[in-house]
């Protein structure tokens, strides 16, 4: 496909376009009589019809087959040789698919647990640590005391 329209933007570019103009000069005198005579004017407009369709359809083709309709609903088989578990709806799934199924939820629970657990353990405070947050309060606490000590005696002294 990109072939042929490289080919006809090279064509249709690499010819003259200002010598060009007349109908006889760009398909000859067949296609001037063909002005006057309906017959193949009339056959002249199905090639051109059968061309057009024949160029749509399979662009359609093409896109019906890569997968590009699959949003509107429509899979090529293709597809679903592929992928039976993906696109086939008709597969009914029996009790081993629900055991399989409650079996991975059950992985996914244990995943998650020991995933707490080590997130748990990575985050705990070292000794060192509660040691100095609690060195930083007591710090904290008797600044703030002795501030408001200044603050009571300097209001018990002005009055």
Do not use: C, V, W
């Not at 933007?9 to 063909?34: D, K, P, R, W, Y």
């Not at 509660?130 to 002795?146: A, G, Q």
């Amino acid at each position: 496909m990109k072939y042929i329209i490289t080919i006809l933007i090279l064509i249709l570019l690499s010819t003259n376009l200002h010598a060009g103009g007349s109908f006889s000069t760009i398909f000859g005198s067949e296609g001037s009589a063909s002005i006057k005579n309906s017959k193949a004017r009339s056959f002249s407009y199905s090639l051109q019809y059968l061309t057009l369709s024949g160029a749509i359809g399979y662009t359609i083709k093409q896109l019906y087959d890569t997968g590009f309709l699959e949003p509107f609903g429509l899979n090529s088989a293709n597809n679903l040789n592929i992928s039976p578990l993906a696109y086939d709806k008709s597969k009914i799934f029996n009790k081993t698919s629900i055991l399989l199924r409650n079996n991975k939820q059950d992985i996914n629970r244990i995943n998650e647990i020991l995933s707490a657990r080590k997130f748990k353990i990575n985050n705990t405070p070292t000794f060192q640590s509660l040691r100095n947050r609690n060195s930083i309060n007591f710090n904290t606490s008797i600044s703030n005391k002795e501030k408001r000590d200044l603050l009571i005696q300097s209001y018990n002294e002005n009055n």
